[in-house]
């Protein structure tokens, strides 16, 4: 007969099977998923958004110069993130009172009606604005409610016009641009600057003094980067063309050139008085043995060798061996 359990054994075992049962969930590492929305599809690919971090990167790394030249002071300067959203994300992410800065695409001597946006943190910039003045740049007294005066605002003209003019020389490796400073919106939020809809591309660098630190957003809007990309695509595709391999034409235009052959039996020195006393029936020695191989020349090169014979009554030279001559060396290839 079987043994029955006792209620406390039962929940001994009950006890144990969910004890193990959260051990087990708490050892599984938690996977990580990002919701994607399909009523708004990604519309950049991850290379294209690679290419976009990897040419910001540039540009921070000539920023970080810049600033240190215009504050004397040290700045570190790095990428944070390269997002792909819509424009009412990144509009309704602005602060009342922020200031922004719009700058123009120009691309083949063409400007392109949608601007670029940039957005400095009030902290970094008046941070900025006071090593300008001599200060040390000190904001932690700085009131996050803080409006900028007419001083401010036209030091924050001057160093983000400088910011914007570094900008093309980040991609020089793709293509060739500018970027034109447009103005300063003082209150960005009543003015529209982008469809809300539009999909935006959110570059958010990060700016780090030894005593205060912010971020500089750049948002490149659609319209932009489809010229770019569009531009970047027919480059490479020329680029392309010219290096597709010709060879098949080239040999086509050149398999009707005529290009001597000489066959050279051997060599010997022989002198001119020597030469002037020859007759019918004379002998110069060679050197070479009787079935010793041919050199057969194409223009001034040694091509093949090859045999004496005859062909039809007629001497002829059949080709032996492949004659080639790489690095300053002879090699005989066999056919």
Same mark, same amino acid.
């Given at each position: 007969?079987? /043994?029955?359990?006792?209620?406390?054994?039962?929940?001994?075992?009950?006890?144990?099977?969910?004890?193990?049962?959260? /051990?087990?969930?708490?050892?599984?590492?938690?996977?990580?998923?990002?919701?994607?929305?399909?009523?708004?599809?990604?519309? $950049?690919?991850?290379?294209?958004?690679?290419?976009?971090?990897?040419?910001? #990167?540039? %540009?921070?790394?000539?920023?970080?110069?810049?600033?240190?030249?215009?504050? @004397?002071?040290?700045?570190? *300067?790095?990428?944070?993130? *390269?997002?792909?959203?819509? %424009?009412?994300?990144?509009?309704?992410?602005? !602060?009342?009172?922020?200031?922004?800065?719009?700058?123009?695409?120009?691309?083949?001597? #063409?400007? /392109?009606?949608?601007?670029?946006? +940039?957005?400095?943190?009030?902290?970094?910039?008046?941070?900025?604005?006071?090593?300008?003045?001599?200060?040390?740049?000190?904001?932690?007294?700085?009131?996050?409610? $803080?409006?900028?005066?007419?001083?401010?605002?036209?030091?924050?003209? @001057?160093?983000?016009?400088?910011?914007?003019?570094?900008?093309?020389?980040?991609?020089?490796?793709?293509?060739?641009?500018?970027?034109?400073?447009?103005?300063?919106?003082?209150?960005?939020?009543?003015?529209?600057?982008?469809?809300?809809?539009?999909?935006?591309?959110?570059?958010?660098?990060?700016?780090?003094?030894?005593?205060?630190?912010?971020?500089?957003?750049?948002? !490149?809007?659609?319209?932009?980067?489809?010229?770019?990309?569009?531009?970047?695509?027919?480059?490479?595709?020329?680029?392309?063309?010219?290096?597709?391999?010709?060879?098949?034409?080239?040999?086509? @235009?050149?398999?009707?050139?005529?290009?001597?052959?000489?066959? /050279?039996?051997?060599?010997?020195?022989?002198?001119?008085?020597?030469?002037?006393?020859?007759?019918?029936?004379?002998?110069?020695?060679?050197?070479?043995?009787?079935?010793?191989?041919?050199? !057969?020349?194409?223009?001034?090169?040694?091509?093949?060798?090859?045999?004496?014979?005859?062909?039809?009554?007629? +001497?002829?030279?059949?080709?032996?061996? +492949?004659?080639?001559?790489?690095?300053?060396?002879?090699? #005989?290839?066999?056919?």
């Amino acid at each position: 007969m079987a /043994e029955v359990l006792s209620q406390s054994q039962i929940d001994a075992l009950i006890n144990a099977a969910f004890s193990g049962e959260s /051990e087990a969930a708490e050892e599984k590492p938690k996977e990580k998923y990002i919701r994607y929305d399909f009523r708004s599809p990604r519309k $950049y690919t991850k290379e294209r958004l690679k290419m976009l971090n990897s040419v910001f #990167e540039n %540009y921070s790394k000539v920023l970080t110069t810049r600033i240190n030249a215009l504050v @004397h002071a040290t700045c570190e *300067v790095e990428v944070d993130t *390269v997002d792909e959203q819509r %424009y009412y994300e990144f509009s309704n992410a602005l !602060l009342e009172g922020e200031v922004v800065s719009l700058a123009y695409l120009i691309l083949n001597e #063409e400007r /392109e009606e949608s601007p670029m946006i +940039v957005c400095a943190s009030p902290s970094i910039m008046i941070s900025m604005f006071d090593r300008l003045c001599g200060g040390t740049g000190d904001v932690s007294d700085l009131p996050s409610d $803080y409006a900028y005066t007419d001083v401010d605002l036209s030091l924050y003209q @001057h160093l983000i016009s400088e910011f914007i003019s570094l900008m093309p020389g980040s991609w020089e490796n793709y293509l060739h641009l500018d970027f034109q400073f447009g103005r300063v919106e003082t209150n960005p939020t009543l003015v529209q600057l982008i469809g809300l809809e539009e999909t935006v591309v959110v570059v958010s660098i990060n700016l780090s003094f030894s005593n205060c630190s912010g971020r500089i957003d750049i948002c !490149l809007p659609d319209d932009v980067l489809s010229r770019i990309f569009a531009d970047i695509t027919r480059q490479n595709a020329a680029l392309r063309r010219q290096l597709e391999d010709h060879s098949d034409e080239i040999y086509y @235009h050149l398999s009707d050139s005529e290009l001597p052959i000489t066959a /050279e039996l051997g060599r010997a020195v022989v002198r001119l008085r020597d030469i002037y006393n020859l007759n019918v029936g004379d002998v110069i020695d060679l050197n070479m043995k009787k079935d010793s191989p041919v050199s !057969l020349r194409i223009g001034d090169r040694q091509w093949f060798t090859g045999l004496m014979g005859v062909d039809d009554k007629r +001497v002829a030279v059949k080709i032996q061996d +492949v004659y080639h001559i790489e690095g300053g060396r002879k090699q #005989e290839d066999e056919q």
